[in-house]
């Protein structure tokens, strides 16, 4: 049974207003392996505009629903049905533009089962398909992010292809699959003509399907989740891999940047959140607290009570939120008898931090075993839905999660302690 409310140290979570469209439209199938809701992404604008306010972007079957400042009725309903030439497909991800490249507008990109992926000006409602014929790949968009403050966007599919697309593009040229690089190599193919894809990234080993893509914050990196267990930190500039590393089991499914990019996390079907270091390019802790696969990861910008402890959550198959509260000093050391043993994970990446500075090499972060790893354990394990969860997102004032039934619920949080 969900609960209503769930507590941590600074007090009760209390679910503020849920967010439902309806019942399962009928006639419609849904495979089993594809959520109803895929995600939620979020916006705040302030700039005395139109589009100043809080933006949720989430999905229910063909329909995406558009909310401004958590409002219980959505401002727009953009549905995709057999009308619109769109067959069976469903919306499979999407990604509202962080920056605000247009003075005021608002440009979602929704990518779909089918490969095609649509952008839409919420503003004016203007929109444009790529990929509308699979000409540059026939499977399913599984994971889509705008290049911050650029008009491209990168656009990860099902067969493993990750392409670097332009909104300024209108031809679009059959793909030609180059050679794959050497076996941890990777090279980004440009495209000699002004047509889309912009770029073809490639990988020297197959990735199975590009589940996530996340940027750092300083825009310098992006992060790229696989269904093969591999995760890969790629220098956008220097076009080279930073490092790359191996899930414990499985495919991963999610990742995210901490505020300040020092750190990376990562889940999947391992059942475990995993913490990397980014400057060390080494493996911090392995979060322990979900009973299956986890689906969706994020930090709370909003906590954390100095600069070397973030919170950040996860939820997951088996419907719970967990928080994770992460610094030195939370972390549960590996019985190992040697000296490392009594570092603690952080002390010892600082250690080999000189030699690191010293190589462009990339680095591969093999699997290790429990016993080599410190673990972390969660402040909170809460049941919030009776179907898996999907999405998890953070705000100033709650925290909002979404689960494949196509409920999103907004939590509030507890009111901050005023000192005496």
């Known amino acids: 049974m969900a609960e209503l ?212 914050p300083d825009c310098t990196c992006v992060a790229v989740a696989c269904a093969s267990g591999m995760l890969y930190v790629v220098d956008v500039r220097a076009e080279r891999i930073v490092f790359s590393a191996s899930s414990y089991f499985g495919a991963l499914y999610c990742a995210t940047w901490s505020p300040d990019g020092d750190y990376i996390i990562t889940g999947g079907q391992d059942d475990l959140v995993t913490i990397w270091s980014f400057h060390e390019h080494d493996i911090v802790a392995r979060a322990q607290g979900h009973s299956s696969w986890v689906t969706a990861v994020a930090f709370d910008p909003h906590r954390g009570t100095d600069e070397h402890c973030y919170r950040f959550g996860s939820v997951g198959q088996d419907a719970r939120l967990c928080l994770w509260d992460f610094s030195a000093a939370s972390l549960r050391q590996p019985r190992r008898n040697s000296m490392a043993a009594h570092l603690s994970p952080l002390a010892a990446l600082r250690k080999k931090k000189k030699k690191l500075k010293d190589t462009q090499e990339s680095i591969h972060i093999s699997a290790r075993p429990r016993s080599e790893v410190a673990s972390l354990e969660p402040v909170v394990s809460a049941r919030l839905h009776d179907e898996p969860l999907s999405a998890i997102a953070f705000r100033d004032d709650a925290v909002i999660t979404a689960c494949v039934q196509g409920i999103v619920r907004v939590w509030g949080r507890p009111p901050i302690a005023t000192p005496v």
């Open 5 to 216: 409310l769930f507590t941590a140290a600074e007090g009760d979570y209390r679910l503020r207003r849920e967010l439902h469209p309806g019942r399962d439209e009928p006639g419609v199938i849904v495979p089993a392996s594809h959520p109803h809701v895929i995600g939620v992404c979020m916006k705040h604008c302030a700039s005395g505009t139109d589009t100043d306010g809080f933006h949720l972007i989430y999905n229910h079957h063909r329909d995406v629903f558009w909310h401004r400042d958590l409002a219980a009725k959505p401002l727009d309903v953009i549905s995709f049905s057999k009308s619109f030439s769109y067959d069976q497909a469903l919306p499979t991800c999407h990604d509202l533009n962080p920056m605000k490249r247009p003075h005021n507008s608002l440009e979602l990109l929704i990518g779909f089962s089918s490969g095609e992926v649509v952008f839409r000006e919420l503003i004016s409602r203007r929109s444009t398909r790529t990929n509308t014929e699979g000409r540059l790949s026939k499977s399913a968009v599984t994971a889509i992010r705008w290049m911050p403050g650029e008009d491209q966007y990168l656009c990860g599919f099902a067969d493993g292809t990750l392409l670097a697309m332009c909104l300024d593009r209108v031809v679009e040229s059959a793909l030609v699959i180059p050679k794959r690089p050497a076996p941890g190599a990777f090279q980004i193919v440009h495209s000699k003509e002004a047509t889309n894809p912009a770029a073809q990234w490639l990988f020297g080993a197959d990735t199975g399907a590009i589940h996530a893509i996340a940027f750092s």
